[in-house]
Structures are given as structure tokens and as C-alpha cells.
């Protein structure tokens, strides 16, 4: 499997899993995050690797779809591009300045 396909899914899967089925969430998550095969899902499901398969592929869309719609992933990128910059600015320029190394964390701890 692609290691940036599973990494864009899980990160997807974080920001996203609360609008999915409960079956749509236990498959990804066991694919994805658990590392199961699709047979494996499917045993312990009692349905076919198809129907597995299947449902994992229309959860991608979803999520994809979701994403296009709202950019929670893309704007959080974002938001720790901008901070990642900042504190390092912060760190060379004010290095002695705790409100603003107290703002940043601040800021850091609100994605969390």
C-alpha cells in the first residue's frame, strides 16, 4: 500500500470520522490505522473481501469529498506551516520574549 495514500487517509480519517457510518469508521480504521488485510476485515465481519473493498473505496471518496468541500486538513497544513515559521522567527529575533513564546504555544495547543 502507499505510504502517502495511508498517511492522506488517516490524516483525512482524523479530521472527518465523526461524519462517517459506524461500519465506514471500523473499516478504515482497521485497513488504514490497523494494518488489516482485506480478508481479514472481512472475516471479521462475516461479508466478502468485495463488500469490504467496496465500502473502503467509497470512504475515500467521502473523505476525499469532505475535504474538497470543508479543508479542515489543508487549512490545519497551513496553520502549522505558518506557526512552524513563526516560532522560529520568535525564537531568532525575540528569543527572550515569553508573552509571545506564550501566544505561540497558545496558538499550537488549539490544534491539538
Given at each position: 500500500?502507499?505510504?502517502e495514500k495511508t498517511n492522506r487517509m488517516n490524516a483525512l480519517f482524523e479530521f472527518y470520522a465523526t461524519l462517517l457510518t459506524e461500519k465506514q469508521m471500523n473499516y478504515m480504521e482497521l485497513y488504514y490505522a490497523d494494518d488489516f488485510s482485506l480478508g481479514e476485515i472481512a472475516e471479521e465481519y462475516g461479508v466478502s473481501r468485495q463488500a469490504v473493498y467496496d465500502n473502503i473505496k467509497r470512504t475515500e471518496k467521502i473523505l476525499e469529498e469532505y475535504?474538497?468541500?470543508?479543508?479542515?486538513f489543508s487549512d490545519y497544513m497551513v496553520?502549522?506551516?505558518?506557526l512552524e515559521r513563526l516560532e522560529t522567527y520568535v525564537s531568532e529575533h525575540y528569543p527572550k520574549d515569553e508573552h509571545l513564546a506564550s501566544d505561540i504555544k497558545e496558538l499550537q495547543d488549539l490544534d491539538e
Open positions: 500500500m502507499d505510504i475535504e474538497r468541500k470543508l479543508s479542515l496553520r502549522q506551516d505558518v
